[in-house]
C-alpha cells in the first residue's frame, strides 16, 4: 500500500505529466494541420484536381420542390438547441468527474414503499440535472424532426443525391487549401455542412439519447435479456465520444459562423432574414447572456431547490 508520501507525490506529478502530454500535442496538432495545409494548396495546382473542383463546385442541387431560405422557427431552434447542449456537456462532465455529490435526489416515497420500509433508489442531483435536461432537449429535438418533415426543411440537410460524396470532397479540400467554398447558406449549404448537419441530427442525436437512456435508472434493471442485447459498457463507449463529437461541432460551426460572413449568417439563424444588419448579432449575444447566466446560476443551491420540485432532496 503506497504511504502518505508517495500519493501526495503521485498527485503532485499527475498535473505534470498532463501538461507534459499537452506540450507534445499541441505542437504536434499545429504541424499536422500546417502540413494538410500545404498538402492542399500543392493539390490544387495540379490540372486533373482543379477538372474536379470546376466538375464539383462542393455543392448539390437541392430538389425543385425544396423551400427557398430559412424559416423563422429556425431561429428559437438554434437558441433551444444550444442552449441544452451547452448545460447538457457540461452537467454530463460533472456526472462524469464529480466525486462527492452535492446532494441526493429520490421520487417522493409512496405509500406502498413506507408500508414495506422499502427506500426508493437515489440519484445524485447533479445527475437528476443532467436528466431532466436531457428531456427537454429530446422533447425540443422531436419538434425540430417534425418542422423539418412539416416544412419540408430536410431536404436542406439530408443527401438527397449521390454527388454529395465528391462535392463534399471538393469542399473539403476547398477548406483545407484556405480558398473557401462559395457561401450561400440562406438557399443552399456546401456538402460538407449537409453531411455535418445529418450526422448531427440523424446520427449523433439519436445515439445520445440512445446511450443515454441505457446508462439512466429508467432503464429495467431487472430486464437479463434485454440487457445481454445492449450491455451497459456498450453504452458508455459511446456515450463520451458523441458528447466530444457535439463539442468539437459546436466549436468548428461558431468558428465558421463567424468566418464566413458573421453578420448575414447570424441574421440566418437568429432573425430569420437574408440580410447584412446587426440584428441577428444582438439577438445572438442575449442568447449567449442568457446561456452563460444558466451556466453561472446552475450552483448547488439552486440545484437542490429545482430538485426538490420533483422530488426528495437529501444531503
Do not use: C
Not at 505542437?27 to 495545409?37: D, I, M, R
Amino acid at each position: 500500500m503506497p504511504t502518505r508520501t508517495e500519493r501526495v507525490a503521485t498527485a503532485v506529478n499527475r498535473p505534470l505529466t498532463r501538461l507534459n502530454l499537452l506540450a507534445w500535442l499541441i505542437p504536434s496538432a499545429l504541424l499536422l494541420l500546417a502540413g494538410l495545409v500545404l498538402g492542399a494548396i500543392y493539390l490544387r495546382t495540379l490540372p486533373s484536381v482543379q477538372l474536379f473542383l470546376a466538375d464539383y463546385p462542393g455543392h448539390s442541387e437541392l430538389p425543385e420542390s425544396a423551400p427557398a431560405g430559412l424559416p423563422a422557427w429556425l431561429a428559437w431552434q438554434h437558441f433551444l438547441n444550444f442552449f441544452f447542449l451547452v448545460l447538457i456537456i457540461r452537467s454530463g462532465w460533472q456526472v462524469r468527474t464529480t466525486t462527492r455529490p452535492i446532494a441526493y435526489w429520490s421520487r417522493r416515497t409512496p405509500e406502498r414503499f413506507r408500508r414495506t420500509n422499502q427506500a426508493p433508489s437515489r440519484i445524485s442531483v447533479t445527475l437528476w440535472f443532467h436528466l431532466a435536461l436531457d428531456l427537454l432537449w429530446i422533447i425540443n429535438g422531436g419538434l425540430f424532426v417534425i418542422l423539418l418533415a412539416v416544412t419540408g426543411q430536410w431536404m436542406r440537410i439530408v443527401p438527397t443525391s449521390w454527388d454529395i460524396v465528391p462535392n463534399a470532397l471538393s469542399a473539403g479540400l476547398q477548406y483545407l487549401s484556405l480558398d473557401w467554398p462559395i457561401e450561400n447558406g440562406w438557399n443552399n449549404y456546401n456538402a460538407l455542412q449537409v453531411l455535418a448537419y445529418f450526422a448531427t441530427v440523424f446520427i449523433a442525436a439519436p445515439l445520445a439519447f440512445l446511450s443515454g437512456i441505457r446508462m439512466s435508472p429508467v432503464w429495467p434493471k431487472g430486464a437479463a435479456r434485454l440487457n445481454a442485447l445492449y450491455p451497459i459498457t456498450v453504452a458508455r463507449a459511446i456515450h463520451l465520444p458523441v458528447m466530444f463529437y457535439f463539442v468539437i461541432f459546436v466549436i468548428v460551426h461558431v468558428t465558421l459562423v463567424f468566418a464566413t460572413g458573421a453578420l448575414r449568417n447570424l441574421n440566418h439563424m437568429y432573425s430569420g432574414t437574408d440580410e447584412v444588419s446587426w440584428m441577428g448579432f444582438w439577438v445572438f449575444a442575449v442568447s449567449l447572456v442568457v446561456t452563460i447566466g444558466a451556466l453561472v446560476g446552475a450552483r448547488p443551491m439552486l440545484l437542490r431547490w429545482f430538485a426538490s420540485l420533483t422530488g426528495s432532496v437529501t444531503r
